[in-house]
């Protein structure tokens, strides 16, 4: 009676391997890939479609190109899903509670991203192997170098900040069919990675949405770069701002050393090579905008033409023929502009005149018979005596040097306001 029970258990209880070892992995391999179709999707129910988590785990930025529109980062794929064909016993093979199914050999979801910089390329492209765990739960790792299309909108360079998006797809399955569940992004491999010596990745989001028009999902992750401006502030802005600025002192140089025209040509000639070696650091695009940087240089450039222009001017102003006859319309100019500066050289004045008394004999009463004839009023001597071609050309020098300052320090408080004015600030 004992051995017939003994027997009953034997035949009709779950095989029990004891302990685990390759043949018992094989035999397992073997029986859960047995009439197992790949081209057909796991589900209990087709009525729901089959699930698939996706955590991304971001590790490094490798680089950002403005005039390719390529930006590259390094990152890891986590993919789940649930297969109910490859659900198994641990008991039954010797403990074993999950094992390694070849990709080629199981469903998978055939993600692929859009936008890659060298066309569509599916998320999986190397060769491994899928983690199974006894109860139907799959695990895809995959990760790789991701090439993606970015236009970057370089209207507040240096300070701009990039949003770009890296987008894939459900190739070949309807949102019916297979759909993203539970995406999120995982920091934890940041910390093992070289940072990016001109980028700061000030966020990193992952989201889903269906599109109406190809009738799928969109897998999105959105990647925020923001620009490490203090090189391109000190080797860039700076120096072409301290070179027009150091251009002004061209009109406080005297006239007579004739030191102005080549202190000028040399300055303009500082900005033009400089801005020459900077030409290939700038963001080489027109679209949507051209960098408000590149405007703030070309007019700093323009600024140290017209000092030059001005200074040429100023000089001819100098050397001209004492003999030649000042305009009115300069002499106006000259009052006005003495008067803005507050020159007093240059305020209008009179200078007067007194004759010296003369005595004439007088019978009336008076000092010793005598009592002054006349003391002339002022005489006002002629304002034109004190207009020169000198006193011309340092009104002009006055004149500049206001001016000039007053566009410089325009156009640096316009370039500081278009900067402050980023909305991603």
């Not at 009109?251 to 030191?259: H, N, T, Y």
């Not at 000089?315 to 023929?321: C, Q, V």
């Not at 106006?332 to 020159?343: A, E, N, P, T």
Request: aromatic share 14%; hydrophobic share 45%.
């Amino acid at each position: 009676m004992y051995f017939c029970i003994v027997v009953v258990i034997a035949l009709f209880s779950p095989r029990h391997v004891v302990g685990n070892n390759s043949s018992v992995g094989t035999q397992l391999y073997k029986d859960l890939l047995l009439n197992y179709e790949k081209n057909v999707r796991p589900g209990i129910n087709y009525s729901y479609p089959t699930t698939v988590e996706c955590e991304f785990r971001f590790a490094g930025l490798n680089g950002f190109k403005e005039i390719d529109s390529k930006l590259s980062i390094t990152g890891v794929f986590v993919i789940r899903w649930f297969d109910e064909r490859l659900i198994w016993n641990p008991y039954t093979y010797g403990g074993i509670y999950s094992t390694l199914l070849h990709k080629e050999s199981l469903w998978i979801p055939d993600i692929a991203v859009t936008n890659a910089y060298s066309g569509v390329r599916f998320l999986y492209g190397i060769d491994f192997d899928i983690r199974a765990y006894y109860n139907g739960t799959m695990v895809m790792v995959t990760g790789d170098n991701f090439d993606v299309y970015c236009d970057a909108d370089v209207t507040y360079y240096p300070v701009d900040i990039q949003t770009c998006f890296m987008n894939m797809v459900l190739w070949s399955s309807f949102p019916w069919e297979v759909t993203f569940e539970k995406v999120d992004v995982d920091h934890s491999l940041r910390d093992v990675t070289t940072s990016n010596p001109s980028w700061d990745v000030t966020e990193v989001k992952m989201f889903t949405e269906i599109n109406p028009k190809i009738k799928t999902t969109m897998l999105n992750i959105r990647i925020k770069l923001k620009r490490l401006s203090e090189y391109i502030v000190i080797n860039m802005i700076l120096p072409v701002s301290f070179l027009c600025v150091i251009n002004i002192f061209v009109f406080f140089l005297p006239a007579d050393s004739g030191e102005r025209i080549g202190f000028s040509i040399t300055l303009l000639l500082s900005v033009a090579v400089f801005m020459t070696i900077l030409s290939d650091s700038l963001p080489q695009s027109s679209r949507p905008q051209i960098a408000a940087l590149c405007y703030f240089l070309f007019s700093q450039l323009m600024i140290s033409i017209l000092m030059m222009i001005f200074t040429i001017y100023g000089l001819r102003f100098y050397w001209m023929d004492p003999e030649k006859p000042i305009p009115t319309y300069m002499k106006f100019v000259s009052r006005v502009i003495g008067r803005l500066v507050g020159c007093q050289c240059c305020k209008r004045r009179q200078l007067t005149g007194v004759v010296e008394p003369v005595l004439t004999p007088d019978s009336g009463s008076g000092e010793n018979g005598k009592k002054h004839v006349a003391n002339f009023d002022k005489i006002p001597l002629d304002a034109d005596e004190h207009f020169t071609w000198q006193k011309i050309a340092n009104d002009f020098d006055n004149f500049c040097i206001i001016v000039f300052i007053f566009a410089i320090v325009l156009t640096n408080a316009v370039f500081c306001g278009k900067l402050s004015s980023n909305p991603e600030l």
